[in-house]
């Protein structure tokens, strides 16, 4: 499998920030809980694959095996960091994992059930645009198969702030980082629709990691209102699940104009 690597990264990290010195551990592990409680709910109800080959983009340390259990999953992972990919192997959190960036990847058309960007496109707008991405992740895609992408939501009242702090130029000293952008629901679904993708978009959480447990508790409340679509756009955090349409059965003509 012949993975192209690109030179492109993340920002580095700066460790100290503003909001560091604010958050407190358990609080930030109570929302990351929450989180992939809500990110496997949505993903079993409306994927409901028993089984197949994904590919997990920017894998990092958690490639979402979570999402996708070993052995019915056969999970590769691909980053831009080689002690991660080797990681990700040796602690069986991926079958195979190989280095290469998001964009640039030279693997067969149509050999994935899924392809998974979990907290990774809001990195790699921060470079440049996302069309190769999604149009990637179509290419990669079986028939019926689907992309699923986990990220910060810019209509959230926190990600608004956060664009707002980027904007000013002063993001890395209140959250440590340049490249966390939030991204706009519709550019999300718009972006899966021109790579050919039938998406879908829920909210996966209305809280902040950083607010006291308490605070979290009371907000966790609106989760369950997430996959409305009125009500999905103002998600802290967003699945897009976009679909690559099914093969058509032999005879069938399709209904899409030319």
Not at 3 to 16: C, D, K, L, R, T
Not at 178 to 198: H, K, Q, T
Request: aromatic letters at 6%.
């Amino acid at each position: 499998m012949a993975v192209v690597a690109s030179p492109a990264g993340s920002a580095p990290y700066q460790a100290g920030s503003l909001l560091d010195r604010l958050s407190r551990r358990a609080a930030l592990e109570r929302h990351y809980r929450q989180l992939m409680r809500r990110e496997l709910a949505i993903v079993e109800r409306r994927l409901g694959l028993p089984g197949g080959d994904v590919l997990s983009v920017g894998c990092g340390w958690n490639p979402g095996r979570h999402l996708f259990p070993a052995p019915a999953f056969r999970l590769v992972g691909v980053d831009a960091d080689a002690a991660k990919v080797a990681g990700v192997v040796e602690t069986g959190r991926a079958d195979e994992a190989h280095v290469g960036h998001a964009g640039a990847l030279s693997l067969p058309e149509g050999s994935f059930d899924v392809v998974l960007y979990r907290l990774v496109l809001h990195h790699i707008v921060y470079q440049g645009p996302l069309a190769l991405c999604f149009e990637e992740a179509a290419r990669l895609l079986r028939p019926g198969g689907a992309l699923v992408a986990i990220e910060p939501g810019l209509w959230h009242p926190v990600g608004a702030g956060l664009a707002i702090a980027n904007r000013a130029g002063v993001a890395t000293a209140i959250h440590g980082t340049p490249d966390d952008v939030p991204l706009s629901p519709r550019r999300l679904l718009a972006e899966a629709r021109a790579a050919g993708l039938e998406p879908e978009l829920h909210a996966l959480t209305y809280s902040w990691r950083r607010l006291p447990q308490r605070a979290q508790s009371v907000l966790e409340r609106l989760d369950g209102i997430g996959s409305r679509p009125r009500a999905a756009v103002f998600g802290h955090t967003l699945l897009l699940l976009a679909r690559k349409p099914a093969a058509l059965r032999p005879g069938e003509r399709s209904l899409t104009r030319s």
